[in-house]
Every structure is written in structure tokens, then in C-alpha cells.
């Protein structure tokens, strides 16, 4: 059974479709899931009988909080990073080491293209992480078939037989220029940044043609393709068309309290998430503007190659003194980030609110109840000491 906290947050879940992290009594993050509907997904959680692991998870909630996205494949993949991130107690398949694939390419002499469950600093270049695992093991397939780089061991003194495939460049028997290697990175690399157009193009006229001679066999063959490559490269909106690094600031306000959310986009993947909260004396966009230079101040927080915030912010002096430029996106992509941050930024405040009001509901309710108890008129306050203490300091309560 859900306590009144959880109750008045699960009253305010929006039917969006997001991610949801469960946290413990210590606030540490146990569970990352993710849900088409964040309402009906959350709520049965507290609503439902569980068994095993499951209720075991359950028993140990005490908090949690959501991230809303504006697709359910957008949730999949903003899943796979905060488990990447947090390593949640109960995602404990993904904890030890059995989660979604990379597409490598080596920094080596001789590069190949190899699939990866961990991304490390050895100057490779990383592509992912895939959901579908096969289809990231047959989209790599296709690339050493198109794109091909070295797939035997090398220096054997003789072709290989990926060789006389026409799937190895030949460094297994002499010495390939490193401006070949370079032109079929940049190819791979094109491919997995997103521009497969071309490709698929090739391969459904392949299909077509494969089709009208009766060759169902190939037909099928290239389908599958196509399914395998829109499954590991298809373009989501929570994934910038570029790897610029980029900061997206956005807010909400209401009854005097200003929300702000801060996105982070690096290697064309929201990777992490900030929340703030607190008064808003002055108009919104100065407060946010005041609050991006604070950020920026601190030591932990780099400056990234762009900035992004809502229209009417101060972009020109904000620009001249963080020395990075800072838009308004108008359209797209970014603009659909933006829009996804500003209602983060709305679902935080409301649920501050609901909060704030079953305190105050709290507090007002016992107040009344000790007044008629006593029987004393509404108004005169009652002073309280408790003479346990906690490293010296006696707690005092006023009513």
C-alpha cells in the first residue's frame, strides 16, 4: 500500500509516455523502467499484488520521479542511459554486464568494425547503444559486407577468405593505404550517424528486383535487412542530429516558484538531467539567466559548444560572457527538446505543490484537532519542548 506521499505523486503522473526511477529510504535510485502510459505504468506498481523480486523492489520504494518523453521509443532509449548511469540495484541484468551493444571502430593501424559492451578511452569511435541486439549483430554484418574493413587477423602472408569475399581491404597479405581505411570510415561513420537513405534506397530497388524474378528467397533477405538497419540506425527526436555537445535550459512558472530543467546532450544522446527549484523574485528568463551563469561558475560544470534556452533570454550577453553561443531553436529537433524540458520543468513544480498542500493540510488538521481537544478557540499558539536531543540540540515545536 502506497503512503499518502506516494499517493498525492502518483495523483499528479501524467499518460505520457517517460522513464520512471524508484528510489529507497537513503534517496538511492533502485529501479529505471520506462512505460508508454507513466500514469497507468507507475500506479500499478502500489495498486497491483506482486510476487518475488518484484514485491521486494516494491516493499523498499519510498520515492520516485519521472522523465516524460514524446515517444515510447524515446523512453527505451533514455532508459538504456540512466541504467548505464545509475546501475540500479534491481536492473541487476544490465548491472553486471549483459546490456545493449556498441558499434566499434578500431583505433588501430588496421581498424575493424566490432560489437562492444562497454565504451572505453582508446581513441575508437562508439556507435549506440542498440536496444535490439540482433539487429545491431546484422546491421554490423551488412557493414563489413559494404563497407569493408579488416575482418581476419592480419599480416598472414596470404588473402583470407573474407578477402576473396570482398569483405576484407587485405591486410591479412600487404599493406593498405591508410586514406582507403579513411574513406570507408567516413562512409561507416556517415551510416551510423543516420544518413542511410542511399542505402536503403539500394536495398529496396534490390528487393523490388528480387521480387519480379521470383528470387522470394532474396526478397526476404533484403527485407530483413532494411528492418535491421531502420531498428539500429533510425533517427529518435531525443537524439540530436549531430554530436555537438549542447546544454538545454527550460522553466516553468507558477505562484511565485520557478522550475528549471537542464538537459544534456552529448555524443547526439540525452545523457543526464537536472532539476531545480526555488522563488522567483525577478521576471523568469533573468532568473534563468542568472541561474545559467551561476551554473557555469561552479567548478564541476564544463561549458559545452552550445547552449539552448526559451525565447526572451538575454542571449547576446549571455553568449559574450560564457564565450559559447546560445540559440532559441525555432524549429525541429531541438525545439521538440525544448518543449520536452518545459514540461518536465511544469510536472515538478505541480507535484511541489500537491506536496506543500498535504503538509499544510497536515499541519493545519492536527492544530485543530489539539484546539478542540482542549477546547480552546482557533488562534492562540502552543509552545512545545521535547528533551530528547540529537548531538546537543532540543527540539521545539510552535504551533
Request: proline letters at 5%; hydrophobic letters at 40%; one cysteine or more.
Amino acid at each position: 500500500m502506497a503512503s499518502e506521499h506516494l499517493e498525492h505523486k502518483l495523483a499528479l503522473l501524467p499518460a505520457l509516455p517517460g522513464c520512471y526511477l524508484m528510489k529507497d529510504i537513503n534517496a538511492q535510485i533502485i529501479y529505471v523502467g520506462k512505460a508508454k502510459n507513466l500514469k497507468n505504468r507507475v500506479r500499478s506498481y502500489f495498486k497491483s499484488s506482486h510476487e518475488g523480486k518484484t514485491a521486494k523492489l516494491v516493499s523498499e520504494i519510498v520515492d520516485f520521479e519521472t522523465i516524460i518523453t514524446s515517444t515510447n521509443k524515446e523512453a527505451f532509449l533514455l532508459e538504456i542511459t540512466l541504467i548505464q548511469k545509475h546501475q540500479p540495484y534491481y536492473n541487476i541484468k544490465l548491472k553486471r554486464g549483459t546490456g545493449y551493444p556498441y558499434i566499434k571502430i578500431t583505433n588501430e593501424r588496421d581498424p575493424q568494425l566490432l560489437i562492444t559492451g562497454e565504451v572505453k578511452k582508446d581513441g575508437g569511435f562508439y556507435f549506440g547503444p542498440y536496444p535490439d541486439v540482433y539487429a545491431a549483430q546484422e546491421t554490423l554484418r551488412f557493414l563489413q559486407r559494404v563497407y569493408p574493413l579488416r575482418r581476419c587477423q592480419g599480416h598472414q602472408g596470404r588473402p583470407c577468405l573474407y578477402y576473396h569475399m570482398g569483405q576484407c581491404l587485405g591486410a591479412c597479405f600487404k599493406e593498405v593505404p591508410e586514406s582507403l581505411y579513411a574513406m570507408q570510415i567516413k562512409a561507416i561513420k556517415r551510416f551510423l550517424n543516420g544518413q542511410v537513405d542511399p542505402v536503403k534506397k539500394n536495398l529496396t530497388a534490390k528487393m523490388t528486383t528480387a521480387a519480379s524474378e521470383m528470387q522470394f528467397e532474396r526478397a526476404a533477405e533484403l527485407r530483413d535487412q532494411l528492418h535491421y538497419i531502420e531498428a539500429t540506425v533510425e533517427k529518435q527526436k531525443i537524439i540530436s542530429n549531430d554530436n555537438t555537445p549542447r546544454d538545454l535550459f527550460a522553466f516553468y512558472v507558477d505562484k511565485g516558484w520557478i522550475s528549471i530543467q537542464i538537459f544534456f546532450i552529448r555524443q547526439a544522446r540525452l545523457i543526464r538531467r537536472e532539476k531545480r527549484l526555488f522563488p522567483c523574485v525577478s521576471t523568469p528568463e533573468e532568473e534563468l539567466a542568472t541561474f545559467i551563469l551561476q551554473w557555469y561558475n561552479r567548478k564541476n560544470n564544463v561549458l559545452p559548444r552550445e547552449i539552448l534556452v526559451p525565447t526572451g533570454v538575454e542571449k547576446a550577453v549571455l553568449s559574450d560572457i560564457l564565450k559559447v553561443p546560445i540559440r532559441t531553436p525555432q524549429r525541429g529537433e531541438k525545439k521538440a527538446l525544448l518543449e520536452l524540458a518545459q514540461k518536465n520543468s511544469r510536472l515538478v513544480l505541480e507535484e511541489k505543490f500537491r506536496l506543500l498542500e498535504l503538509d499544510n493540510r497536515q499541519t493545519i488538521g492536527a492544530q485543530n484537532e489539539i484546539m478542540a481537544a482542549l477546547g480552546l478557540p482557533n488562534g492562540h499558539v502552543i509552545e512545545a519542548f521535547d528533551h530528547s536531543h540529537i548531538q546537543g540540540l532540543i527540539r521545539f515545536r510552535r504551533w
